[in-house]
């Protein structure tokens, strides 16, 4: 991999990790403003290198925007725990850019409870049907709709047509970096396209209306193996401009996650 979203700048400043985001965080609600999906990945970066340990790992993240994230300018990551333990661990992690006053400020948030592992595999189970494997989906070339951003990073192939009825599936592979020069975790890949479940599940046509989810809410059961995650989703939406998409997560093996997300509804 050559390309990524971000390049990290600075390890030692006293504001946190700095970065430099690249064109391919650009959304697709903005050109001037950050998919959530990287930035998702950020954080959970920050959360699983914060004071690491070989016996734990996140067993739920949930992301809060809270505002855009702009593209152009620096960026600073910070983490901390917030209630250490032996067997249960909460961290969490703020994303700061320059506010209109140019001082940093957090434009997102991640919290993560952080728990300590042992050998369960004689009752290892998940109940979601596993998808369609990715050689019966179909590429989906969004690239030619938009000028470079978010989705010229990914290898997107559907299982279902897109709008209709019922739940969206769908295999997502960053073709990216996350940091320039970094492998990613498999949990970094997964939060690199969590956040699409809201697109995969939707039934709103693009053209007449935006749904912008506020945050990103991930229950972790097995951490994924391979290139490759699957989404299956749905989004409901009240008569009050209010909706949430709810979902599960896999890798080729089966289920590994279940996700939701708030979704705010407005007609273009």
Do not use: C
């Not at 030619?144 to 010229?152: A, C, I, K």
């Not at 008569?239 to 709810?246: A, L, Q, V």
């Amino acid at each position: 991999m050559t390309d990524s979203y971000y390049e990290l700048l600075d390890t030692a400043d006293p504001r946190g990790e700095k970065f430099a985001a690249t064109d391919l965080v650009r959304g697709t609600w903005s050109a001037e403003i950050q998919h959530a999906a990287p930035v998702s990945a950020l954080l959970v970066r920050a959360l699983e290198r914060l004071e690491a340990r070989d016996d734990t790992r996140l067993s739920r993240v949930t992301i809060d925007l809270l505002g855009p994230v702009p593209v152009a300018g620096a960026l600073w990551v910070q983490a901390r725990v917030d209630r250490p333990g032996k067997q249960i661990e909460l961290v969490s992690a703020e994303l700061l850019a320059p506010g209109p006053d140019l001082e940093p400020r957090p434009v997102a948030r991640a919290t993560g409870w952080r728990l300590q592992t042992l050998d369960t595999a004689e009752v290892q189970h998940a109940s979601a049907a596993p998808l369609r494997p990715v050689d019966e989906a179909r590429r989906n070339d969004m690239k030619q709709n938009w000028d470079r951003n978010y989705v010229h990073s990914l290898d997107w192939r559907w299982l279902t047509t897109p709008l209709a009825p019922g739940d969206g599936e769908a295999w997502i592979s960053p073709v990216v970096d996350l940091v320039a020069g970094e492998p990613m975790s498999p949990l970094q890949r997964l939060f690199a396209v969590a956040d699409d479940a809201n697109g995969v599940g939707t039934k709103l046509d693009i053209r007449k209306w935006t749904f912008l989810n506020t945050d990103l809410v991930v229950h972790i059961h097995r951490i994924p193996d391979g290139e490759w995650i699957g989404i299956r989703a749905e989004t409901n939406y009240g008569p009050d401009g209010i909706g949430s998409t709810i979902g599960t997560l896999f890798d080729q093996h089966g289920a590994v996650a279940g996700i939701q997300q708030s979704v705010l509804v407005r007609r273009r």
